[in-house]
């Protein structure tokens, strides 16, 4: 040590021996439980931690497995205005890309919902008819011809029927009522044998009353549609909106009536059921993840599009060409096909489809095909500025396809996103989607950057 002062040295006692065999203490009992515990402590702490980061680390690859399948998952929208044939569309991937097998369940209330379509599109042809002033010329017809289909009616007779139960609602309760027709309820009964169909909670209170009536007045239905003056009437049904997809059924009152009635995929295509939801079907196509939305296309439902809008890879925009001269239910003063110019042009320009591939179905070409034969594009006000030849498809397609390229602020979007389609057709509707999925999977690699850019 160095001069100065120094440094006390402490003393610190050893602790005691531990005797050979001894468990440490000097009375040669039971080890201080101090000890004890702070190990089970220290053993459970380790334990506890090690269980944590593995269940950390699975948490982890599970969100890591979820983000890459989301990444190459195809979350595709469907949008358009109402009744344009977004839900055709729907039904008809489903047929193509998932169970095409429905349920009874599903195939009761597919059949009420056929016989409601009738009643509705029946209605309105009844109430046109008398609007056109065509009664005299109806009686006329029936006159010249006792009876079209059934001996005992004739189209007069079926017409006042008609305007009776389905119209005026001034019909007493007869044999003909739905009230008594069948027994208590006028379901599950059907001329005396046990109705296939039946009633369907799923498809609603007013399907479920129109399709008694269906039953209850069928055979009236079926003389109407059948004599000359309805034809008349069905020329003009673009001012009542009728369902043009619907004159099958028409041509098929029987079978549809028949207490073994069990609706066919086409039957189940062109049923009408407005959405008002959000519809989601997912489907797996050559390895590849699709999750398709159907939304409502009526201005009332367009509020819930915006919570489809997340992460969307594809737009598919629906719009009717058959529609040029029809008005909205919901805005008799608009026209459905500048309806679905102006809905086309916000989906194009809005922010939140800034990098989707969106792609323009046109689609009732086939209806488009039948119209433009008496209904000319250039006489519908909006439309006056068409200078194509007159029922000519063709020119008349063009014109339309332009006027949706003039809603784009850019000019990126090139023909091949256009396709001018027929819903019901399931061999249409089958090579349209496959190239339009041909060009959904290109784009996205595109955007993503695995492909370079044209």
Same mark, same amino acid.
Not at 18 to 33: E, F, L, V
């Given at each position: 040590?160095?001069?100065?002062?120094?440094?006390?040295?402490?003393?610190?006692?050893?602790?005691?021996?531990?005797?050979?065999?001894?468990?440490?203490?000097?009375?040669?009992?039971?080890?201080?439980?101090?000890?004890?515990?702070?190990?089970?402590?220290?053993?459970?702490?380790?334990?506890?931690?090690?269980?944590?980061?593995?269940?950390?680390?699975?948490?982890?690859?599970?969100?890591?497995?979820?983000r890459n399948e989301d990444l190459h998952k195809i979350k595709m929208l469907l949008l358009?205005?109402?009744?344009?044939?977004?839900? @055709?569309?729907?039904?008809?991937?489903?047929?193509?890309?998932?169970?095409?097998?429905?349920?009874?369940? $599903?195939?009761?209330?597919?059949?009420?919902?056929?016989?409601?379509?009738?009643?509705?599109?029946?209605?309105?042809?009844?109430?046109?008819?008398?609007?056109?002033?065509?009664?005299?010329?109806?009686?006329?017809?029936?006159?010249?011809?006792?009876?079209?289909?059934?001996?005992?009616?004739?189209?007069?007779?079926?017409?006042?029927?008609?305007?009776?139960?389905?119209?005026?609602?001034?019909?007493?309760?007869?044999?003909q009522d739905p009230g008594t027709a069948n027994g208590d309820s006028g379901v599950g009964?059907?001329?005396?044998?046990?109705?296939?169909?039946?009633?369907?909670?799923?498809?609603?209170?007013?399907?479920?009353? $129109?399709? &008694?009536?269906?039953?209850?007045?069928? &055979?009236?239905?079926?003389?109407?549609?059948?004599?000359?003056?309805?034809?008349?009437?069905?020329?003009?049904?673009?001012?009542?909106?009728?369902?043009?997809?619907?004159?099958?059924?028409?041509?098929?009152?029987?079978?549809?009536?028949?207490?073994?009635?069990?609706?066919?995929?086409?039957?189940?295509?062109?049923?009408?059921?407005?959405?008002?939801?959000?519809?989601?079907?997912?489907?797996?196509?050559?390895?590849?993840?699709?999750?398709?939305?159907?939304?409502?296309?009526?201005?009332?439902?367009?509020?819930?599009?915006?919570?489809?809008?997340?992460?969307?890879?594809?737009?598919?925009?629906?719009?009717?060409?058959?529609?040029?001269?029809?008005?909205?239910?919901?805005?008799?003063?608009?026209?459905?096909?500048?309806?679905?110019?102006?809905?086309?042009?916000?989906?194009?320009?809005?922010?939140?489809?800034?990098?989707?591939?969106?792609?323009?179905?046109?689609?009732?070409?086939?209806?488009?095909?039948?119209?433009?034969?008496?209904?000319?594009?250039?006489?519908?006000?909006?439309?006056?500025?068409?200078?194509?030849?007159?029922? $000519?498809?063709?020119?008349?397609?063009?014109?339309?396809?332009?006027?949706?390229?003039?809603?784009?602020?850019?000019?990126?979007?090139?023909?091949?996103?256009?396709?001018?389609?027929?819903? @019901?057709?399931?061999?249409?509707?089958?090579?349209?989607?496959?190239? @339009?999925? @041909?060009?959904?999977?290109?784009?996205?690699?595109?955007?993503?950057?695995?492909?370079?850019?044209?």
């Amino acid at each position: 040590m160095g001069c100065g002062s120094s440094t006390p040295v402490q003393t610190v006692s050893a602790p005691p021996a531990t005797p050979a065999g001894g468990s440490g203490n000097i009375g040669g009992g039971d080890a201080d439980p101090s000890y004890r515990d702070r190990d089970s402590a220290t053993s459970f702490v380790n334990k506890s931690s090690k269980t944590s980061i593995a269940e950390s680390r699975q948490i982890d690859s599970e969100l890591e497995r979820a983000r890459n399948e989301d990444l190459h998952k195809i979350k595709m929208l469907l949008l358009g205005a109402g009744e344009s044939g977004k839900s @055709t569309i729907f039904k008809q991937m489903r047929l193509l890309y998932g169970n095409a097998n429905r349920s009874d369940e $599903d195939l009761k209330m597919y059949g009420v919902v056929a016989r409601s379509n009738i009643v509705v599109a029946m209605r309105k042809l009844v109430t046109h008819l008398g609007d056109l002033g065509l009664e005299e010329e109806l009686d006329r017809e029936s006159k010249n011809n006792a009876s079209i289909a059934d001996n005992s009616m004739t189209c007069r007779e079926a017409y006042d029927e008609l305007r009776a139960y389905l119209v005026d609602n001034s019909g007493t309760a007869s044999a003909q009522d739905p009230g008594t027709a069948n027994g208590d309820s006028g379901v599950g009964e059907n001329g005396g044998k046990t109705d296939w169909v039946g009633n369907s909670p799923r498809a609603g209170l007013a399907a479920n009353n $129109d399709a &008694k009536l269906f039953l209850a007045h069928y &055979k009236a239905m079926e003389v109407l549609w059948k004599s000359q003056t309805i034809k008349q009437v069905w020329v003009k049904r673009s001012a009542v909106n009728v369902i043009d997809s619907h004159k099958d059924y028409l041509n098929d009152i029987a079978r549809i009536a028949s207490p073994d009635y069990k609706p066919t995929t086409q039957d189940i295509l062109i049923a009408r059921v407005r959405t008002t939801q959000v519809v989601m079907e997912k489907y797996r196509i050559d390895g590849i993840d699709f999750e398709v939305y159907d939304v409502g296309g009526q201005r009332s439902e367009r509020r819930k599009w915006i919570d489809c809008f997340d992460s969307v890879t594809a737009v598919i925009f629906v719009a009717a060409l058959s529609e040029y001269d029809q008005s909205l239910a919901e805005a008799k003063r608009t026209n459905r096909m500048v309806e679905a110019l102006e809905l086309f042009r916000s989906v194009c320009n809005n922010r939140a489809f800034a990098n989707t591939s969106i792609i323009l179905f046109l689609n009732k070409k086939d209806i488009f095909m039948e119209k433009i034969q008496y209904s000319d594009i250039a006489a519908q006000r909006p439309f006056c500025d068409y200078a194509g030849p007159t029922k $000519d498809s063709d020119h008349g397609v063009l014109y339309f396809i332009q006027k949706f390229k003039d809603c784009l602020i850019d000019d990126e979007f090139n023909d091949s996103f256009i396709h001018v389609t027929c819903a @019901t057709d399931t061999n249409n509707m089958e090579f349209v989607l496959e190239s @339009t999925r @041909t060009i959904i999977m290109t784009d996205n690699l595109k955007r993503s950057g695995f492909l370079g850019a044209d």
